[in-house]
């Protein structure tokens, strides 16, 4: 990634901090972008202060840019929130927080990336591919968000690759709180076919692939990064073949 330019927007911590680190190691220019700055700036990296909910402020942003060849759209997220527990209005937040503002970046980032045959990752989620109760809204959001890459993946080719990352749990500065704690975080993580949550540089590593040349004929794809995906729930409320693999019979 060396001489190139790379934007994350939501850059500052958790997985958008992991994936600005695994960038700058990479040799690539960085520029991260978010409402609030880093706890802990990294040498090279570059921050400015934007709500990506500000159409305007995005587009004066990226076209005052010199270049760039990267584009990933990381900033999202959403709090616990059951669907009939809040309003229409919040829900609608979350929406166009993890959709709309993806779009709104691609938009303004277009004419840098066709220039230079860039490409953009999309920050997707396994949400977005099953149920996700008291995450209803940005679930959906995330369904949406990889339909629109697949599509701009058509519309804008050959010029721009565009890819998404359909990432599983993650550990994160506020995983002890979202998960109850170390006890917590391991029980989740012994779920994980490969025994534990994913680390931002996990998605980060995946992200620079996805940008690299590595990956110069992938467009339009969508990569699980989930360590496996999750036991489903059948397989330890079944008592059948348990005891001998030959026993019973699967349809």
Known sequence: MRGRTVVVTGGTRGVGAGITRAFA?????????ARRPPEHPLPGVEFTPLDLRDPPAVRAWFDALPGLDV????AGGTPYRLL???SAERH?????????TPLTASLAAYEHLRRSRGSIVMIGSVSGSRPSPGSAAYGAAKAGLAGLAASMAVEWA????????A??????ELSALHYGG??????VGRTVPLGRLATPSDIGDAAVFLASDAARYISGASLLVHGGGERPAFLDAATVNKESPDQGELT
Do not use: D, F, K, S
């Open 25 to 33: 190691e990479a040799g690539a220019h960085v520029l991260i972008c």
């Open 71 to 74: 584009l990933v759209n990381n």
């Open 84 to 86: 009939a527990g809040t």
């Open 92 to 100: 609608a937040r979350v929406i166009e927080l993890n959709l709309v």
């Open 158 to 165: 050959p010029e721009i690759r565009v890819n998404t990352l």
């Open 167 to 172: 990432v599983g749990m993650v550990r994160t």
């Open 182 to 187: 170390p006890e917590g975080i391991a029980a």
